[in-house]
């Protein structure tokens, strides 16, 4: 399994990126439309996630393109 996800990381190198990015615009637009004070506001899932897959995106991406 860790072949076939380094393999597919090697060949799309933004898509974890993207998929980054993309967690964090959907925690921003959660903020906005979720009501004040529930749990998806409070803990901010979306924006933790999406740094983290960014930078293991990057890391990974970085690590094995070389």
Known sequence: MLDRISGFIAKYKGVPVLLGVALVVANFVAVLLAPPGSWLVT??????????????GILLGDALGS
Do not use: A, K, Y
């Not at 924006?47 to 930078?55: D, E, F, R, T």
């Open 43 to 56: 803990t901010n899932l979306f924006l933790h996630l999406g740094v983290i897959v960014g930078l293991m």
